[in-house]
């Protein structure tokens, strides 16, 4: 089995904004791509363009219908990603019986030394969020890797050393930082909007955090929602519209 580091260095990680993120799976397809490309074996795909395809995937996104209030007749569509979690207490490395599955003493990256690894499917049954697949092709474990061969790569100018979904989301509704650093801004941003443990009473105690979305069906006073169409672009017109308008005026 193998054993979990009892500090690390720095605890790199996530926080995914619900109330930012529209589902657009762009975070999905990125991921997809990189690690298909670069990092271990290709992520395979079973009959992808068949009636039943199947595949692996390190980074999903799921939705879901809510009423966030009690008193609430609006319904809320929360679109909610989910990869690993880079647990600090993580129980798919202790399980682990050959020690592919290992968490990183530097930066607290779990990963998967796909070379050890048997495919024995026991991270999977231990990890109570689901983010680990096991690639049918390759028949090794697979997941997230925060692009460990991205962040770390000189080679890459430096605004895309960071994950692929984190650069490549549209919306913003991702971000990577260093927990372990309290000015971070992963560690600004979850001590300023409540950033949350997904299942904190597994005792996994997750790196990622998520921020919770806002309520959208109460607001305070009414919204015009015509009055930035009716509101004058300037008030003193210039150039040639300025000088067609003094013309019609003398008409």
Not at 38 to 54: E, K, T, V
Not at 86 to 93: F, G, I, L, N
Not at 199 to 212: A, C, D, F, S
Request: glycine fraction near 8%.
């Amino acid at each position: 089995m193998t054993r979990l580091p009892e500090t690390t260095q720095r605890k790199l990680g996530l926080v995914i904004d619900l109330d930012t993120c529209v589902g657009c799976h762009a975070c999905v397809i990125s991921c997809k791509g990189w690690n298909t490309e670069n990092y271990g074996a290709p992520l395979s795909d079973q009959d992808p363009y068949g009636a039943d395809p199947s595949g692996t995937f390190l980074n999903r996104v799921h939705s879901y219908e809510v009423t966030p209030l009690a008193d609430s007749a609006m319904a809320q569509l929360v679109h909610f990603p989910k990869s690993c979690l880079h647990c600090e207490d993580a129980p798919c490395v202790t399980v682990c019986p050959t020690g592919a599955s290992y968490k990183r003493v530097e930066d607290g990256i779990v990963l998967v030394n796909e070379s050890d690894c048997i495919g024995c499917g026991l991270c999977a049954w231990a990890c109570p969020y689901g983010a680990r697949e096991l690639d049918q092709a390759a028949g090794v474990m697979k997941k997230c890797t925060l692009c460990v061969d991205r962040i770390y790569n000189e080679n890459l100018p430096e605004e895309d050393r960071e994950p692929a979904c984190v650069r490549t989301c549209p919306a913003g509704a991702r971000h990577f930082g260093d927990f372990a650093d309290p000015d971070s801004n992963v560690s600004r941003l979850t001590a300023e909007r409540g950033g949350m443990d997904l299942m904190p009473e597994q005792g996994t105690k997750p790196v990622n955090k998520y921020l919770p979305p806002r309520p959208k069906d109460r607001l305070d006073g009414q919204i015009d929602v015509l009055a930035p169409l009716l509101a004058p672009v300037a008030e003193d017109a210039r150039g040639f519209l300025g000088w067609l308008d003094k013309t019609l005026d003398k008409i």
